[in-house]
């Protein structure tokens, strides 16, 4: 990657007195220092020769259970969905192979991995045959049996135009009664965010519909989380008004910054016309997703660093909810005019998203490293993790920061990989993406173990997937 040259000596200077110590190259904070990393896991034994976009969720019947998934492919187009199930907290995996596409569709991508109360366990992707861009459905996968095995695709919507969606379960059951699940999804070409839900376990899905407010220009990017008592809450960007200051669209060198199909738009890179922005904005239902706020503006926020030599650091929000509170929590990355690094920062809601803290800087604000594709999870302590990649002289780590209950406040970094890794051959030839691309997000789950980050590196030349426990 030439032309990008940061001092890895700047980077976490932020850390504390006790940041002599060093894993992967990178400074070790006082939390690294008390904190558990165990080594790092391949996670992807299956042949394929690129793997993008995780999702990895814990069994909450069998904390030791868990499941991943991800696009797949035997080139650097990934168009599969691979699956991967664990049984002792992440110290060994096996591979189920691609999961079959729905009928007529040729490629599927955008993954996201859920259980509900009842251990049941889901897979969903978006799949199209390609044939139009409202050719587009959102599927699941089903598994009763911890990732042994998974049932055929069943649909969630079809025959919308659908971009970046999500599946979520609620966190608790009142009585007994099947769990409910929620589908979010960028729809009408950008123009509007897509809901539909399930009141009986992933069975039958309700007909699709627009979240009332949430109609704007430019939305992309969305995702979403949901937790008690009928808590759900979306994340999406928009296209930031004049007045905002920000970048646009990217033009024609932007697109959607991931999905691999083409010609979507929003959330994309800036290339060489400069940062990619958008304004981050949440809607959140206290009812299941009968009703929804309306959307609050959280902040302004660089999707797509736009980088020398090419290269474009790409990632939307991410949101998580406390299980147990129903606290939320939104993270984003940003970066300020003239700066050589990029923030994470993290706005929360203690009131089902009627108001919203202002954003806490979760990562050191000195030294030239850009923080990117931040990820949220929230422990059965109340404690909130927050993962992101670290880009710095051409290399990129993953690190962990955590925050105790309440307004985040969050620790130094702790460096999780093992070694820092090169993206460059992640270069999957669309110009849209710059240099290399490495997804638009990665994976972080809680158990009361530990957490689990799941991320994709190039450590063995090409797109695998690894995990580490930490605790």
């Known amino acids: 990657m030439s032309g990008y040259q940061i001092s890895r000596r700047t980077l976490l200077r932020a850390g504390t007195a006790g940041a002599a110590l060093t894993v992967g190259g990178l400074p070790r904070s006082a939390f690294a220092q008390s904190a558990t990393r165990q080594e790092n896991v391949r996670v992807s034994f299956d ?11 814990a069994n909450p019947r069998d904390p030791a259970n868990l499941i991943a998934a991800c696009m797949a492919g035997e080139h650097d187009d990934p168009g599969l969905i691979a699956a991967y199930a664990s049984f002792d907290g992440g110290k060994s ?47 699941h996968w ?40 929620y589908a979010t999804w960028v729809g009408d ?22 979240i009332q407010g949430a109609a704007d220009t430019g939305i992309s990017d969305t995702r979403s ?9 979306a994340v999406y960007g928009t296209d930031p008004a004049p007045s905002d200051g920000g970048g646009g ?7 959607d910054g991931g999905g691999k199909t083409p010609d979507d738009k929003g959330g994309g890179g800036g290339g060489d016309g400069g940062d990619h922005q958008f304004v ?32 474009i650091a790409n990632g939307g929000p991410s949101v998580a909810v406390d299980p147990r509170s129903g606290a939320l929590y939104v993270a984003f990355a940003t970066r300020q005019p003239g700066a050589d690094h990029t923030d994470i920062v993290v706005c929360a809601s203690t009131d089902a998203g009627a108001t919203w803290s202002a954003p806490v800087t979760a990562t050191p604000t000195t030294g030239a490293v850009v923080y990117f594709q931040p990820e949220l999870a929230v422990d059965h302590k109340g404690r909130l993790w927050c993962s992101a990649f670290a880009l710095a002289d051409g290399l990129v780590d993953l690190v962990l920061v955590c925050s105790p209950p309440g307004q985040p406040a969050f620790t130094a970094p702790l460096t999780v990989t093992s070694a820092p890794f090169d993206p460059t051959p992640a270069n999957d030839g669309n110009p849209k993406h710059g240099a290399w691309w490495i997804g638009d997000y990665q994976g972080l789950a809680a158990t009361p173990y530990g957490v689990h980050p799941l991320w ?15 605790k």
């Not at 809901?195 to 069975?203: A, I, K, M, P």
């Not at 302004?300 to 090419?310: F, I, K, M, Q, R």
């Not at 590196?457 to 426990?469: H, I, K, P, S």
């Open 47 to 57: 042949g394929f020769a690129a793997h993008a976009e995780p999702a990895v969720a």
């Open 93 to 139: 995996w096996s591979s189920k192979g691609a999961l079959p596409l729905p009928a007529g569709s040729v490629v599927a991508d955008d993954v996201t991995v859920a259980f509900t109360p009842d251990g049941r366990g889901f897979v969903a992707a978006m799949a199209t045959s390609e044939v139009s861009r409202t050719d587009r459905g959102v599927y």
């Open 142 to 181: 089903r598994t009763d049996d911890g990732g042994r095995s998974f049932r055929a695709p069943a649909t969630v919507v079809s025959g919308v135009f659908v971009d970046h969606p999500t599946l979520s379960a609620e966190t608790g059951c009142a009585g007994g009664s099947p769990a409910r699940l």
């Open 189 to 210: 070409e950008h123009q509007s965010l897509g809901f539909t839900r399930s009141l009986d376990g992933g069975v039958t899905f309700e007909a699709p519909r627009a």
């Open 225 to 233: 989380a949901s937790g008690p008592n009928g808590l759900v809450c």
């Open 249 to 255: 669209d990217g033009g024609d060198g932007g697109g």
């Open 280 to 311: 981050v904005k949440a809607v959140t239902s206290a009812d299941g997703g009968a009703t929804f706020t309306a959307p609050a503006v959280l902040g302004l926020s660089d999707p797509a660093v736009s980088l020398p030599g090419g290269v």
């Open 456 to 470: 994709n590196d190039t450590r063995t030349g090409q797109l695998e997937l690894y995990t580490a426990l930490v």
